[in-house]
């Protein structure tokens, strides 16, 4: 299959990656709808989720433990996306995509679509944006827009928006034996159940966490009708009536928070034949 093995050519060409969030992952708005409201898939797919966080609390402790490989680790995580996540083994994951040790995961169907790209590393992993290069590939290929990415223990969503670069938003993080509490870890990960892509509800996820995030209010800030209300009202406190590309310059660097700005596009640095966004991607 074309694409399987090597880098697509044509993503070898391309800048690959620009990470957008590789911070800690933002906090989930919460979703759930009162009770008698919610869809049965739903509230069966969150009880399932509730489930496996409380199973699997003690064999992940284990791999941890124990510095376990990404062969045990994957063991584990299999059964967690099937018997927590609801997938089908040989249904919906495909191992069509793992080659030469660059991706060691699962590619995900929906009704027959390749829909997402799981990453699975070894259960001590620190996990990063570093660790998707070979999926975010396979993902341009595919026309995929969502990478899961982990160890067993740590689960994260990163939303894959294409481009030149290709642009990796964390969109979601949950640490199964982390200090929140079960239902918390639950609810999360329930955005990556078979039936939540299948409905979509990632999807929406997604779209509050850009529509809220500081890139997007810090553009609507400094965009030309906004500017030019915030210099009338300034005009009509002080009476001085400001430049808007000056004012704009000083809301940028004196007002606004510097991960609120978009940032300019970046030439690719290219290690081993694989552009990445940046160098930094690639330590630790």
């Not at 009880?47 to 284990?62: M, T």
């Not at 929406?204 to 890139?215: G, I």
Request: glycine share 8%; net charge neutral.
């Amino acid at each position: 299959m074309e694409g399987v093995g090597t880098l697509p050519e044509t993503v070898m060409a391309a800048d690959v990656v620009e990470v957008a969030a590789a911070g800690p992952g933002p906090a989930i708005p919460s979703a759930k709808r009162a009770a008698g409201r919610m869809p049965k898939w739903e509230a069966d797919a969150r009880d399932r989720a509730r489930s496996a966080v409380r199973r699997s609390a003690r064999p992940l402790a284990g791999l941890s433990a124990r510095d376990a490989d990404e062969d045990d680790t994957r063991l584990l995580v299999t059964d967690l996306l099937c018997d927590g996540l609801g997938y089908g083994k040989d249904d919906d994951l495909t191992t069509e995509y793992q080659a030469r040790g660059e991706f060691a995961g699962y590619g995900v169907r929906i009704a027959r679509r390749l829909v997402a790209l799981i990453e699975i590393k070894r259960a001590a992993t620190r996990l990063g944006a570093k660790h998707l290069r070979p999926a975010a590939a396979h993902a341009v290929s595919e026309g995929v827009e969502w990478l899961i990415l982990t160890n067993g223990q740590v689960w994260q969503a990163w939303h894959l928006t294409p481009g030149l670069p290709v642009t990796l938003d964390l969109v979601l993080e949950v640490d199964l034996l982390g200090e929140h509490a079960p239902g918390h870890k639950a609810d999360t990960l329930f955005h990556l159940s078979k039936e939540a892509l299948q409905h979509r509800v990632i999807d929406d996820l997604w779209r509050v966490k850009a529509a809220t995030s500081a890139t997007s209010i810090g553009t609507a800030i400094t965009s030309g009708p906004v500017i030019d209300q915030i210099r009338k009202q300034l005009r009509r406190q002080t009476g001085h009536n400001m430049d808007p590309a000056e004012l704009s310059e000083l809301i940028r660097s004196a007002v606004l928070r510097p991960d609120a700005m978009c940032r300019p596009r970046r030439p690719a640095t290219v290690v081993c034949g694989i552009p990445v966004g940046r160098v930094e991607d690639l330590v630790g």
